[in-house]
């Protein structure tokens, strides 16, 4: 019989996948625990919206983050900072700094665990950064620090 399961279940298939189970483990244990649901016309209607329905999210998502990916490739942004003598600021550059510079300047918002800095930014000078946008797309940009 195939069924759609509603819940991941151990050694069947994760939540969402359209299965073959046998006749008695789905009356018996499947059905009375809502764990799935019989694959008649209407829930195979329903599983084939859901399944369109999450891959034009996931295009629609990749698209847009390649749109950032364009904006961003090879831009620098300019921040600055206040440092002591030899030119060692106080304090560094943080990705969250990073991410709210993005996010003034073309009004992206990035999380900040999505910058990935080379290395601390600890003085005045020019630093590559990753932008992670999608799973596999990248932004790289620069991180130039001058005196505020």
């Known amino acids: 019989m ?4 509603l819940q991941d279940v151990k050694a069947l298939g994760k939540k969402g996948d359209l299965v ?3 006749d008695g483990y789905a009356r018996n244990f499947l059905f009375p625990k809502n764990l ?3 694959a008649n016309a209407q829930a195979m209607n329903e599983y084939k919206n859901a399944e369109n329905s ?3 999210k996931i295009a629609t998502e990749k698209k847009q983050a390649e749109g950032y990916k364009a904006q961003l490739e090879g831009k620098t942004f300019e921040m600055k900072a206040k440092a002591g003598q030899g030119g060692r600021l106080f304090g560094s ?3 969250k700094q990073v991410a709210e510079e993005i996010k003034k300047q073309y009004n992206i918002n990035i999380d900040k665990r999505k910058v990935v800095l080379e290395s601390d930014i600890k003085e005045f000078g020019s630093y590559k950064a ?3 946008l999608y799973t596999g797309i990248v932004a790289n940009i620069t991180v130039k620090v001058s005196e505020a």
């Open 20 to 22: 073959n189970a046998s």
């Open 130 to 132: 990753d932008v992670k």
């Open 93 to 95: 550059i943080t990705a």
């Open 2 to 5: 195939k069924v759609i399961l």
């Open 36 to 38: 799935a649901r019989e």
């Open 54 to 56: 999450k891959n034009f």
